[in-house]
């Protein structure tokens, strides 16, 4: 269960951001509420400087190959490793605007590293598990889900909404 704080400020992310989220993962197989949950902790719930002055909605490294991407910049940050947080800077994408930079964390999930979470995960809570396994978000695939639970439920409580094709 999650707080009434996850549930406000869920509910204000999806208010805000939730349109762009769905159109971006249109066709994808991907679960809404999980990636609402992914864009809110790694956006710092859209307040992050990455998202807010380079619309990056999701760390992604410089990738200038990328559709949307028009620079990269340098900043610090923290990074999984060996199941920790550790502090480092990174080279990261700088995106057009927010739908470019939203558009983009759905181009990353689909890559064929992912396809297992997105074609075979029966809930949002799963597929994020499953794309930890995969290795994303840098920590434990408990770790990165138990970040993420409580959003989850949030945002499939208050938007009804599941798997997105």
């Given at each position: 269960?999650?707080?009434?704080?996850?549930?406000?400020?869920?509910?204000?992310?999806?208010?805000?951001?939730?349109?762009?989220?769905?159109?971006?993962?249109?066709?994808?197989?991907?679960?809404?509420?999980?990636?609402v949950?992914?864009?809110?902790?790694?956006?710092g719930w859209?307040?992050?400087?990455?998202?807010?002055?380079?619309?990056?909605?999701?760390?992604?490294?410089?990738?200038?190959?990328?559709?949307g991407?028009?620079?990269?910049?340098?900043?610090?940050?923290?990074?999984?490793?060996?199941?920790?947080l550790?502090?480092?800077?990174?080279?990261f994408?700088?995106?057009?605007?927010?739908?470019?930079?939203?558009?983009?964390?759905?181009k990353?999930?689909?890559?064929?590293?992912?396809?297992?979470?997105?074609?075979?995960?029966?809930?949002?809570?799963e597929?994020?598990?499953?794309?930890?396994?995969?290795?994303?978000?840098?920590?434990?695939?408990?770790?990165?889900?138990?970040?993420?639970?409580?959003?989850?439920?949030?945002?499939?409580?208050?938007?009804?909404?599941?798997?997105?094709?």
């Amino acid at each position: 269960m999650y707080s009434k704080a996850v549930k406000d400020k869920t509910k204000w992310f999806i208010d805000k951001y939730g349109e762009g989220i769905i159109e971006a993962i249109r066709g994808t197989n991907l679960f809404f509420p999980a990636v609402v949950a992914q864009k809110a902790v790694e956006s710092g719930w859209g307040q992050s400087t990455l998202t807010t002055k380079y619309n990056n909605w999701g760390g992604i490294n410089c990738a200038p190959k990328l559709e949307g991407v028009v620079g990269c910049i340098v900043l610090p940050t923290k990074i999984g490793k060996n199941g920790k947080l550790v502090q480092s800077t990174q080279n990261f994408s700088i995106f057009k605007d927010v739908e470019a930079g939203i558009r983009g964390v759905s181009k990353v999930l689909m890559m064929d590293r992912y396809k297992n979470a997105r074609d075979n995960a029966k809930t949002a809570k799963e597929q994020i598990l499953m794309f930890g396994k995969a290795g994303y978000g840098g920590v434990t695939p408990e770790g990165y889900l138990a970040g993420m639970s409580g959003i989850i439920e949030a945002a499939q409580d208050y938007s009804g909404l599941g798997r997105i094709y």
